[in-house]
């Protein structure tokens, strides 16, 4: 069957760095999505993708985070300036359609700043 | 604004039947879904029901829906020690985002 790939499981980078995390969404999938889940909290929205652009993003999403689908198959969250705060597990999501098509995620790339 | 609530645990004998229970706030909600998230690993789709379904069942899976109460439930059959898990109990508000509850803990006991 079919899954979202996430890289890397785990990154442990320093306050203030650049990260990069990635997801290949399912093939045939045309709407993507980044959640987050601060360890014991809720899982948090961030952003949704379509057509190469926002479709729609929370609060949390502010200009710190951006992303892209640089070519056909990749989908990237980037965080400019970590922050301690940041920490947390991230989720890429695909789905086929957004009304008529669950959302199916990835392992998740446990984010780690120190 | 919109909420889904579950109860943080849930502890049963294996081979009894677990029901899971969630709340929702949002009544436009279209799908709701539950997610499967083992320790260390991802969110895994177990089951979603559209919103003008009353009940769906998919093997050991039973998902109600009563949507005057605005309450969801997943029965899980013959519950075994493999379906030791979060349960995530979320609804979708809008065409581009899920609300999640905070995960039920279901517990077997031998």
Redesign the interface.
Known sequence: EPEVT?TPSHQVTQMGQEVILRCVPISNHL?F?W?RQILG?????LV?F?NNEI??K?EIFDDQFSVERPDGSNFTLKIRSTKLEDSAMY?C?SSAA??NS???????TRLTVT | GEDVEQSLFLSVREGDSSVINCTYTDSSS??L?W?KQEPG?????LT?IFSNMDMKQDQRLTVLLNKKDKHLSLRIADTQTGDSAIY?C?ESP??????????TKLIIKP
Do not use: C, D, M
């Open positions: 996430q709407y999505y959640y909290q809720k899982v948090e929205f949704s379509y479709s729609e929370s989720f999501a957004s009304l669950p959302l199916h995620f990835g392992n998740g | 279209t799908y879904y997610y690993a991802g969110l895994q789709l979603y995530f979320a809008s065409n581009y985002q899920l609300i999640w509850g905070a995960g």
